[in-house]
């Protein structure tokens, strides 16, 4: 019996010194002092010993647990101040910053081109990225064969059902379901069989405008956007219009910005003509109109395009479309 209980506190002793963390340490306890621990295993081999050396030994005993009991205490009052080994607490050390997350450039932009149209009278639309070919294209005055179809490089799911390749289809999706007047834009991303590069992205995200009254004309047209193009870049952006086709507009247009990084004298990003292509708008062509049931006799109304990606780019200097998707912290934490 003596050798036991050197052994028991001598291996004690050994186990303690090496304890760091709480959990380690209630192992500890549960070895020695628990219930079916070492301690209370030599209880009861008392009952085997003579009778005249049972005193000797069970004092011995309850002096072997008294110290294991008052060993563990202390080891748990400093783990529990923090003087454990790996949980000592250096006040000194800098505190960890939490990480905060913030919105994807993109949403900032696209929610700044929300907020500057609803200022302007405009309701936000949605629409669904996976389209049938009527809403793409159909009702949008390319039937079939039109070649203008070929002018977006679609990602087919069927033959009838469609990648949206821009988000005019939300244009036919509303006059369907509202009367006019009808002032929208519809944010949201399209879907075009492109190779990735530095300006092109097989996705991309666009804005619609769709404008549809009594008394429509290009005029708004040219208010809206240019009070647009002074909200995000600035009073000093001027906007101008070059004729150009698409089949769900007529007449139809492409808008430039004055150079947001020149400020339209002339640079590298510009290419020194002063301008940026923007997208593109026109007049709501008469067969669109059909095609949703309202009268052209009585209705007129303009549409435009916007890149969102692309408005991005310009607003904060960004010169590869492939940063907004590769969700990279080092670039998504600058904005
Ligand atoms: N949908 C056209 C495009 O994606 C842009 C556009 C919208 C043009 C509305 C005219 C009117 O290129």
Redesign the pocket.
Known sequence: MPEQIDQIKRDFEAEAKDIRTADALEDLRIKYLGRKGHISNAFSLLAEIPKEEKPKFGQELNKLKKAVESQYNTLYESLKKGKGKDEYLDLTLPGRKPFIGRKHPLNQVSDEIKSIFKSLGFTIEDGPEIETDFYNFEALNMPKSHPARDMQDTLYITEDIVLRT?T?PVQIRVMQNKKPPIRMIAPGRVYRRDTPDASHSPFFH?A?GLVVGEDVTFADLKGVIESFACQMFGEDINVRFRPSF?P??EP?AEYDFSCVFCRGKGCRVCKNTGWMEI????MVHPNVFKAVGYDPEKYTGY???MGIDRIAMLKYGINDIRLFFENDLRFLNQF
Do not use: I, P, V, Y
């Open positions: 821009h005019s666009q619609e698409f769900f507009t139809s997208s593109g708008a026109g549409a435009f395009g």
